[in-house]
């Protein structure tokens, strides 16, 4: 029977979209949707309560002794299949931003690089000689509109031949599934997050519950410096774990009208509704997103396209020429610095 339990440590998945698995805020600042993402973890959601199962249905009717041994074995079958559920999808109790799901025309960036995403989530193109690299495919509904983009720029989905993952969050990886399926592309992902990308759960605690996606299998996982080449462009991961434990970011080189670049994709450094404090399934979550903040600080690169796009202006900038930029990095860096500390601050406030 449903009921409303206000916490779900009872071996009950819950299941809730309240806020974002990214929380869509890249970089860690606040953009209404962490606070969302805390109120998510209290919220009663409708899960099956184990030990209520079958209460209702089998309670009564117990005549004989044989009958009412068959009763208490059906209970008890009950109550162990509610304790094993498989996580269920529960109605979103907080929409997701529109912005992620509103489709927009693809356009260059930089080099090779196109943008093929939608409004609020980036999945990124690049063009090689053997075809294309599709960095993150973003959610399952988005997909149609991710295919037709890639197609648009003039690459067939056979063309696109490796899917390199930022992260195993649904915002970003939900489409993957889909995405392989239409164009039998080898999926690239941090050895950190292969585990979650083939169960399709999330890796670490939040304060949102779980938000599952389709399982996807990854052909090769990276760690950090690996690289990987398909015609002659080669991509190179850096392992900046935290956010979740194998989100990776990705450079390349190109040449923009002369110009050599070193483009960076930085994987997201939020806390975005993560548990910080008695993280049992990510112990060492606050050292992680501390140095991968440091490390990104310290990496140089002129242009910044991250997968949340806003977080670096990515269309705006695209627009107005202002894709260069090279104190970018260490600028959004000190601000995700800032918003970590702070939000441990609070955690810690709040476990004391
Ligand atoms: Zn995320």
């Known amino acids: 029977m449903l009921t409303h339990h206000p916490n779900n ?10 806020a974002a698995g990214c929380s869509p805020d890249l970089f860690g600042r606040t953009n209404g949707r962490e606070g969302v993402g805390a109120a998510g973890g209290h919220r009663h959601a409708p899960v099956i309560h184990p030990n209520d199962g079958g209460r209702s249905q089998l309670g009564a009717s117990t005549r004989s002794t044989a009958a009412s041994r068959l009763v208490r074995i059906a209970r008890q079958a009950v109550v162990l299949m509610a304790a094993l559920a498989v996580p269920t999808f529960v109605t ?10 509103t489709p ?10 196109w943008y093929v995403g939608t409004q609020g989530l980036a999945a990124y193109l690049v063009k090689t000689r053997d075809g294309a690299i599709l960095l993150d495919a973003t959610m399952a509904e988005n997909v149609p509109a991710v295919m037709r983009n890639i197609r648009a720029t003039g690459v067939p989905l056979h063309r696109v031949k490796l899917l390199l ?5 649904f915002d970003h990886a939900a489409g993957d599934a889909a995405m392989v399926r239409a164009t039998r592309a080898a999926v690239v992902a941090g050895a950190g997050d292969v585990a979650a990308l083939e169960s399709g759960i999330p890796p670490g605690e939040t304060s949102y519950g779980v938000i599952r996606f389709p399982p996807v ?3 090769r996982a990276v760690r950090n410096g690996d690289s990987v080449t398909l015609g002659g462009t080669t991509l190179t991961a850096i392992a900046t774990p935290g956010h979740t434990p194998g989100c990776t970011s990705w450079t390349m080189r190109v040449v923009d009208h002369g110009h050599p670049l070193r483009v960076i994709f930085p994987c ?13 399934r990510y112990p060492t979550i606050v050292a992680d997103l501390r140095a991968s903040i440091a490390r990104l600080a310290r990496e140089p690169a002129e242009v910044v396209l991250p997968f949340h796009p806003e977080q670096a202006d990515v269309h705006a900038r695209a627009a107005e020429h202002r894709l260069i930029a090279p104190s970018l990095l260490p600028t959004l860096m000190r601000t995700a610095s800032e918003d970590f500390e702070r939000e441990l601050t609070r955690q810690r406030k709040e476990t004391r």
């Open 268 to 280: 997201s450094v939020s806390v975005a509704g993560n548990r910080l404090i008695g993280n049992r």
């Open 92 to 101: 979103a109790a907080t929409p997701n931003p529109p912005a992620w799901t």
């Open 165 to 169: 993952v930022s992260h195993a969050h």
């Open 217 to 219: 299998s990854v052909a």
């Open 104 to 113: 927009t025309a693809p356009y260059h960036l930089v080099g090779p690089i």
């Open 9 to 18: 440590r009872v071996g009950v998945n819950r299941i809730t979209r309240a």
